[in-house]
């Protein structure tokens, strides 16, 4: 992703001491589909946001990325998206057949003067759509009879490591409020690495089964260091990319928290973030191809995002235990992750994930 929406992500998780998940991938696709149907500053907002220049662009865009997620080799990856809209409209023929070509996705009608009514069919679509694992993106007070429409997004991860943490253990992990005893896990492997000096930062990448999807963790060497890493990328996102070129297959004593995350977002905070204001204003949306018989704007835009990181994994391969012998790998020696980080899933290069982590939780 090289619009802006990408670099907002940054902006996005630096809530201070806040424990933090959201999908730059999946709240990027409700834009695409908006800019099916948009035109004037709206179009050119949402294009931007995207990173492409053309409306004739987005199928070719969006296609092959939606296509290259749907079987991730080791991995469980729901994506949910859906355009409510008034049920007193008519969705343009040509935006739904675009929409649901390009996204496999439509845009429905809903009952928007019966907000606890609304409410609980968007709650049970989003569950049935992520394995029963998010529940309650909205609530009745999120919606009016005066709502217009609303983008709802949901997102659900869990993976399988390449290589299994066989170990867990209790071990003291440093949050803001103090020194918390926590489940680590450990393992001893070749992993890509790097000690990052430009961010004073310890990088490594732990590779999913499949190898095309991998669990990111940037651990400032400093252990308060945190915030002064999220202001450096949020001026200089190109410096994350710098540090994932320079990662090189290293011999790691790693250890890193168990935890469970779970975050709800207003996207129309990150979407203002990133420039597209158009949107939402209720007098001139520029969402002018969406509906036959008049134009609607975005009322409300919403994320729930659900992460497990756990030991299970598949079985190491037999040929593991000798290759880490091989002299020619460097030795990081023990990487102890103890302290907030900040990580990132990649699927298919693709950031699917952004996040912080100050307390492990795991309920």
């Given at each position: 992703m090289k619009g802006?929406?990408?670099?907002?992500?940054?902006?996005?998780i630096t809530q201070p001491r806040q424990n933090k998940v959201c999908s730059p991938l999946s709240a990027l696709l409700p834009l695409g589909k908006l800019a099916l149907g948009a035109d004037g500053k709206s179009l050119e907002e949402l294009l931007a946001a995207i990173g492409i220049s053309k409306k004739s662009q987005i199928q070719d865009h969006f296609?092959?990325?939606?296509?290259?997620?749907?079987?991730?080799?080791?991995?469980?990856?729901d994506i949910a998206n859906r355009l409510y809209v008034a049920q007193n409209?008519?969705?343009?023929?040509?935006?739904?057949?675009?929409?649901?070509?390009?996204?496999?996705?439509?845009?429905?009608?809903?009952?928007?003067?019966?907000?606890?009514y609304a409410a609980e069919e968007i709650n049970s679509w989003v569950s049935s759509q992520t394995n029963y694992m998010i529940h309650g993106i909205v609530s009745a007070s999120d919606i009016t009879p005066s709502t217009s429409m609303l983008l709802i997004n949901a997102?659900?991860?869990?993976?399988?490591?390449?290589?299994?943490?066989?170990?867990?253990?209790?071990?003291?992990?440093?949050?803001?409020?103090?020194?918390?005893?926590?489940?680590m896990m450990r393992r001893k492997g070749i992993y890509n690495y790097t000690n990052f000096k430009a961010l004073n930062a310890k990088i490594i990448e732990i590779p999913y089964v499949g190898e095309k999807a991998s669990f990111i963790i940037v651990k400032p060497n400093a252990r308060e260091g945190l915030a002064v890493l999220l202001n450096q990328l949020k001026l200089a996102p190109e410096l994350l990319d710098t540090a994932i070129a320079k990662m090189t297959e290293t011999i790691v004593d790693l250890i890193i928290p168990k935890f469970k995350l779970e975050t709800t977002s207003n996207l129309?905070?990150?979407?203002?973030?990133?420039?597209?204001?158009?949107?939402?204003?209720?007098t001139d949306s520029g969402l002018t191809g969406i509906t036959q018989d008049g134009v609607l704007y975005v009322s409300s835009a919403k994320q729930k995002a659900f992460l497990e990181?756990?030991?299970?994994?598949?079985?190491?391969?037999?040929?593991?235990?000798v290759a880490i012998t091989k002299l020619s790998y460097q030795s990081a020696g023990v990487v102890d992750v103890d302290r907030p980080f900040l990580f990132f899933?990649?699927?298919?290069?693709?950031?699917?994930?952004?996040?912080?982590?100050?307390?492990?939780l795991l309920t």
């Open positions: 802006k929406l990408s670099k907002t992500f940054f902006l996005a296609k092959p990325l939606i296509q290259g997620l749907q079987y991730l080799p080791g991995v469980r990856l409209v008519h969705i343009d023929r040509n935006f739904a057949s675009q929409s649901k070509e390009i996204f496999d996705a439509s845009a429905v009608k809903l009952e928007f003067q019966y907000p606890t997102v659900y991860f869990n993976g399988r490591w390449k290589e299994a943490f066989k170990k867990v253990e209790n071990r003291i992990f440093h949050t803001p409020m103090g020194r918390q005893m926590v489940p129309k905070d990150l979407y203002e973030q990133a420039e597209v204001k158009q949107i939402f204003n209720q990181i756990h030991q299970h994994g598949a079985e190491a391969a037999a040929s593991s235990a899933i990649l699927a298919n290069s693709h950031q699917l994930f952004s996040g912080t982590l100050y307390y492990p």
